[in-house]
């Protein structure tokens, strides 16, 4: 059984196809989609041995003619260098503007592919199969694609939607765990700025001495599980928020609820260190103590915010000394990081707060020895 979430953009609209075991059905959704032609593949090395011949061999039996290129897994190949071997790869199998490339795998893949899709020709269509838990819940949906450079995440993009999205839950069963965590702290985000039904479900499935994993282990690729239902619900968010507002005018912004610190952390860092998922954990604690300081969250809503990320096995706290490769992380750092964001304006950084879980304000600034003190106070 499928289920299918509409991101409503009029005629730019598309679906996003939420099911067990569809990843066959790529090739006729694509042909439903109005696609033809030539197809690049683009997946990484974890990726490609398990799903690439499933979807090499639908789109071909669907009259498409596929070709695949395998890329190093992790954060690091979201950058100039994988673009422009993308590009040369499109060059070489003569991609033409009536040809469409598919980004097979998490955000990293999903991110990169997009925006070579988005500039290739100037643009050429392209499909999103997400196969990890964050970029089945955001990534994939809503047309943000870009790559980091040494001076900031995502800080080169393009807004350029995709035709499909086809979410396989079965994909899950292969994720590691650290990374379905990771994943877990963007549904947790949906819970903070939209739903608070949602975030009350994530607890009750994190506590009683069984953790929200072990619940879902069993479940893991069911689309009547409990993360079939929370990966639609997530979906069926970012569909409404993108309807809103497609180009971050302003809504859409709360959808950056934990990331300006999560962005400067994982750059400071050095990206790969922390996962995207686990560096925005960090940053949602930080966004959810600045949002008691400024906005009248209680504390004790912060610390549920807290808890729960800490029982979904995610990072909460800066790491000690030994923590990282490179050592602490150093406010100076982090701060010169924010001061390059996409949020930042005339050098102040802007910050999503939360007022009460299930509501929250972007484009919020933040006095500076605030944003210090709080750091402070998370760090070891
Ligand atoms: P990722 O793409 O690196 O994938 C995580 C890891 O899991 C990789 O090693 C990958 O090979 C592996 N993997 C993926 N699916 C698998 C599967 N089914 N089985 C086994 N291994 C699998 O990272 P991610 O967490 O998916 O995405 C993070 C990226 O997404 C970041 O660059 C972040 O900036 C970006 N992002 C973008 C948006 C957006 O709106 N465009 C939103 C949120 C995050
Ligand atoms: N993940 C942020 C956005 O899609 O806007």
Same mark, same amino acid.
């Given at each position: 059984?499928?289920?299918?979430?509409?991101?409503?953009?009029?005629?730019?609209?598309?679906? =996003?196809?939420?099911?067990?075991?569809?990843?066959?059905?790529?090739?006729?959704?694509?042909?439903?989609?109005?696609?033809?032609?030539?197809? /690049?593949?683009?997946?990484?090395?974890?990726?490609?041995?398990?799903?690439?011949?499933?979807?090499?061999?639908?789109?071909?039996?669907?009259?498409? $003619?596929?070709?695949?290129?395998?890329?190093?897994? #992790? &954060?690091?190949?979201?950058?100039?260098?994988?673009?422009?071997?993308?590009? !040369?790869?499109?060059?070489?199998?003569?991609?033409?503007?009536?040809?469409?490339?598919? !980004?097979?795998?998490?955000?990293?893949?999903? $991110? /990169?592919?997009?925006?070579?899709?988005?500039?290739?020709?100037?643009?050429?269509?392209?499909?999103?199969?997400?196969? @990890?838990?964050?970029?089945?819940?955001?990534?994939?949906?809503?047309?943000?694609?870009?790559?980091?450079?040494?001076? #900031?995440?995502?800080?080169?993009?393009?807004?350029?939607?995709?035709?499909?999205?086809? +979410?396989?839950?079965?994909?899950?069963?292969?994720?590691?765990?650290?990374?379905?965590?990771?994943?877990?702290?963007?549904?947790?985000?949906?819970? +903070? =700025?939209?739903?608070?039904?949602?975030?009350?479900?994530?607890?009750?499935?994190?506590?009683? #001495?069984?953790?929200?994993?072990?619940?879902?282990?069993?479940?893991?690729?069911?689309?009547?599980?409990?993360?079939?239902?929370?990966?639609?619900?997530?979906?069926?968010?970012?569909?409404?928020?993108?309807?809103?507002? &497609?180009?971050?005018?302003?809504?859409?912004?709360?959808?950056?609820?934990?990331?300006?610190?999560?962005?400067?952390?994982?750059?400071? !860092?050095?990206?790969?260190?922390?996962?995207?998922?686990?560096?925005?954990?960090?940053?949602?604690?930080?966004?959810?103590? /600045? @949002?008691?300081?400024?906005?009248? /969250?209680?504390?004790?809503?912060?610390?549920?915010?807290?808890?729960?990320?800490?029982?979904?096995?995610?990072? +909460?706290?800066?790491?000690?000394?030994?923590?990282?490769?490179?050592?602490?992380? !150093?406010?100076?750092?982090?701060?010169?990081?924010?001061?390059?964001?996409?949020?930042?304006?005339?050098?102040?950084?802007?910050?999503?707060?939360? $007022?009460?879980?299930?509501?929250?304000?972007?484009?919020?600034?933040?006095?500076?020895?605030?944003?210090?003190?709080?750091?402070?106070?998370?760090?070891?």
């Amino acid at each position: 059984m499928t289920h299918d979430v509409t991101v409503d953009l009029g005629d730019r609209s598309y679906p =996003i196809r939420i099911g067990s075991g569809i990843l066959d059905t790529l090739g006729d959704a694509c042909k439903a989609a109005g696609l033809t032609g030539r197809c /690049l593949i683009v997946s990484d090395e974890n990726v490609a041995p398990l799903y690439a011949d499933t979807v090499f061999q639908t789109l071909e039996k669907a009259g498409f $003619d596929p070709v695949l290129e395998v890329l190093p897994a #992790g &954060e690091p190949t979201k950058c100039q260098a994988q673009l422009m071997n993308l590009y !040369a790869k499109a060059a070489e199998t003569r991609l033409d503007r009536k040809c469409f490339m598919v !980004a097979l795998g998490g955000g990293v893949i999903g $991110d /990169l592919t997009g925006f070579a899709a988005a500039s290739w020709l100037r643009g050429i269509q392209f499909v999103q199969v997400p196969t @990890s838990l964050l970029a089945m819940v955001d990534s994939s949906v809503g047309g943000k694609t870009g790559i980091n450079i040494p001076a #900031g995440k995502n800080l080169v993009g393009a807004f350029h939607q995709p035709e499909l999205v086809m +979410v396989d839950l079965d994909t899950l069963k292969t994720l590691p765990e650290r990374e379905l965590a990771a994943g877990m702290s963007e549904v947790v985000k949906y819970g +903070v =700025i939209w739903d608070e039904e949602l975030f009350q479900s994530l607890e009750a499935g994190s506590t009683g #001495g069984q953790s929200f994993f072990q619940c879902s282990e069993k479940n893991r690729g069911a689309d009547s599980g409990c993360l079939g239902k929370i990966i639609s619900k997530c979906c069926e968010i970012k569909a409404e928020v993108v309807r809103q507002d &497609e180009r971050e005018g302003g809504l859409r912004g709360i959808l950056n609820f934990g990331h300006t610190l999560g962005h400067a952390i994982e750059n400071a !860092a050095g990206y790969g260190e922390y996962l995207h998922g686990e560096a925005v954990a960090i940053g949602m604690v930080y966004a959810a103590r /600045l @949002s008691v300081a400024l906005k009248g /969250l209680l504390v004790e809503e912060s610390d549920r915010i807290e808890n729960l990320l800490a029982a979904l096995a995610l990072p +909460v706290a800066a790491p000690g000394p030994q923590g990282l490769r490179r050592g602490r992380l !150093a406010w100076s750092d982090l701060r010169a990081a924010m001061a390059v964001d996409k949020k930042t304006v005339g050098g102040l950084p802007k910050f999503v707060l939360a $007022d009460r879980i299930g509501h929250v304000d972007f484009g919020c600034e933040v006095p500076e020895e605030l944003m210090e003190e709080v750091w402070n106070g998370i760090g070891q």
